[in-house]
């Protein structure tokens, strides 16, 4: 306004000068300074349409504000596990196999009931085996008898020293034989070698057994643990004593834990290691391979700068994100490069680039560009 006044006011002065003008007055200095005022309001004009430029510049930045929402960066704590499937084991999970080949003449149990260590399960023909172990137990008498005589003979001085060797020689070797045909028919039977519950019966009389062939499996679940398979690349992040968080979805589980074995053998095959995390049994009814996800913690930060994955963005120049600055009382979207630890969960671990009390842009920042007027919803 005041340009418009000052531009009305140099008007009126040139029609003052003009009107009061004498014909008899020096017309070339009035010319004179007519140029002169022609010049000015000519710059004059020139300062109000740049102002007026300016002006609708700065409705156009009015207009390309964005509405976004940030978060305000704080200290929090962060944690990375190694997600990896298991499966539910008993402490002792055994299958059963014969010690000796033959056939099957009974079974003694079914699925489901309980057995003791030492309980005969089934038995494999030892017709054969019993013929010689009553045959040796004979000739066993016999020598035993034979010794006796020799040995109380021998305590009267009476015969010779060779007599009473040989006589007590046959007896033990008797008492040997009689001993390993002993050994014999007891491995013809199949026992339980623990106590626990028995789970699959996989032979039937009159069936061949053979030695290293499970023909009965027996668990026992008075203590349960699960089995995971660790990828070598953790090898040296996870170990005995991690936190662990195992997750059954046939139950709706889970269930804190913590690792209590690692192997120190690397499988050639699928390069891994044999991870163990024994569980409480509880109220839990747990069954034998029921599939487990396991969470094992190998990593964490009580004080770290974590914000969502979703609004990092990649440029060649490195990862960046937009963060909301105060300029002049008005926010600005600035870009700012950062350095990422580690992720997880949908969660990233800033370790440079980012402090407590920055404003992260965490909604509305895929069309913002560096110095873009923001508007905090």
């Known amino acids: 306004m005041k340009l418009i006044h000052k531009l009305q006011a140099i008007a009126l002065l040139i029609f003052f000068i003009t009107s009061c003008a004498s014909p008899s007055g020096n017309v070339d200095q009035k010319k004179k300074e007519l140029e002169e005022l022609k010049k000015e309001r000519s710059a004059l004009d020139t300062k109000i349409h740049s102002l007026e430029s300016e002006l609708k510049i700065g409705d156009e930045i009015t207009d390309r504000i964005v509405s976004v929402k940030v ?22 999970n055994i299958g059963v196999s014969a010690q000796l080949p033959g056939v099957i003449t009974a079974i003694y149990v079914k699925e489901g009931d309980k057995v003791r260590r030492g309980e005969v399960l089934a038995i494999i023909e030892s017709s054969a085996l019993q013929q010689q172990y009553e045959s040796a137990r004979t000739q066993l008498e016999f020598a035993t008898n034979v010794y006796n005589k020799q040995k109380a003979l021998w305590d009267q001085q009476i015969g010779s020293e060779i007599q009473f060797l040989t006589a007590k020689s046959n007896m033990e070797t008797a008492e040997k034989g009689v001993a390993s045909l002993r050994e014999q028919l007891e491995m013809s ?9 028995v789970e699959e019966v996989n032979l039937k009389v009159g069936q061949m057994a053979s030695p290293g062939m499970p023909a009965i499996r027996v668990v026992n679940f008075s203590s349960v643990k699960v089995i995971a398979d660790i990828a070598e690349s953790y090898a040296s992040k996870v170990r005995p004593g991690a936190k662990a968080i195992v997750s059954i979805p046939d139950l709706g589980k889970d269930i804190e834990a913590k690792v209590d074995f690692t192997s120190k053998y690397i499988n050639p095959v699928n ?18 391979n029921m599939i487990a996800r396991v969470r094992i913690n190998d990593y964490t930060n009580d004080d770290a700068v974590v914000i969502p994955v979703s609004v990092l963005k990649e440029t060649t120049d490195g990862t960046f994100i937009y963060v909301a600055e105060s300029v002049n009382g008005m926010y600005q979207a600035k870009r700012r490069i950062v350095e990422v630890g580690q992720t997880y969960n949908g969660n990233a671990e800033i370790t440079k680039g980012l402090k407590p009390g920055d404003k992260v842009v965490t909604a509305g920042y895929n069309s913002l560009v560096d110095g873009q007027p923001l508007k905090i919803s």
């Open 271 to 288: 390069r891994t290691f044999l991870t163990e995390i024994r569980l409480k049994p509880g109220d839990i009814e747990y069954r034998a």
């Open 189 to 197: 039977k199949i026992k339980s070698p623990i106590n626990g519950s």
């Open 71 to 92: 978060t305000d960066v704080k200290k929090e704590s962060f944690s990375h596990f190694v997600e990896v499937q298991g499966r539910i084991d008993g402490e002792d």
